[in-house]
């Protein structure tokens, strides 16, 4: 589903280059975590995939079902089915949380040929979503993001996901700034997800996300590559060893 292919990345604005020449798979229907220091590169990555306008990619290609999206801007992308859960939600003032769902949730819809969502049907669906991820109703009416507490726009992105249906979900540390029982619903959430036609690419720094999204498939980034990949033990491993080890290796 996702194929990344000897990519590299700048930030378009000072030339850095932030991703070196990183290979990665990910198949339909598998759960890949993404693990790695901070500073190497997780969010980058992930904001290339999404299409963000203020990176570069200099060299390799992202195959997304076979089909590059270099060239496809954000929109096109989660038209596509590309869906990005931020590290840090945007606060979007002047906009009802309630209202940027139905827009995004319609648009998607456009994108693939159905019709609008008439209201009713739209509000159950919220609901439904909101209370299974602990979400209180009336927050919904609030701008989104604004005033939300962490734990609250980790589950505002997870609702999001929810309502519009992504084949590829990249999570971006969704686990930060979640206590216990709000790490239980999102992951839940996420399982609930998990199918044979979808991709998840959960990037996070800690075992205990792991534990509740038991991943296929782990991959250790590093100064923009990806060192090292392994199923699900190379996350325990890690935990118990941390990444020196690893590093020095690749050095
Ligand atoms: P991670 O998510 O793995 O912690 P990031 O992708 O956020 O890493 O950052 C990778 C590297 O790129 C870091 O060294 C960071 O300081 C640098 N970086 C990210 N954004 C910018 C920017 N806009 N300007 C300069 N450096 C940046
Ligand atoms: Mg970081
Ligand atoms: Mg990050």
Known sequence: ?????????????????????????????????????????????????AGREDYEVTEGDILYNGESILEMDPAERAAKGVFL???????????????????AMNSQRKAR????????????RVKEESAALGIDFAMLKRPLNVGFSGGEKKRAEILQ???LEPKLCVLDETDSGLDIDALKI???????????????VVITHYQRL????????????YKGQV?????????????????????????
């Open 85 to 103: 859960a931020f590290q840090y939600p945007m606060e979007i003032p002047g906009v009802a949380t309630m209202e940027f769902l139905k827009v």
């Open 227 to 251: 060192i090292k990949s392994g199923e699900k033990e190379l996350a325990l491993e890690l935990e118990k060893n941390g990444y020196a080890g690893l590093i020095g290796e690749a050095a």
């Open 161 to 163: 996901m929810k309502l």
């Open 186 to 200: 999102v992951a839940d959430g996420v399982n609930a997800l998990r199918s044979p036609d979808r991709a998840v």
């Open 113 to 124: 040929g159905e019709p609008e969502l008439k209201i009713p049907e739209f509000l159950k």
């Open 210 to 221: 792991l534990d509740l999204i038991v991943p296929d498939t782990v991959h250790v980034l």
């Open 1 to 49: 589903m996702l194929e990344i292919r000897n990519l590299h990345a700048r930030i378009a604005d000072s030339g850095i280059e932030i991703i070196r020449g990183l290979n990665l798979t990910v198949k339909a229907g598998e759960v890949a975590a993404i693990m790695g220091p901070n500073g190497s590169g997780k969010s980058t990555l992930s904001y290339i995939i």
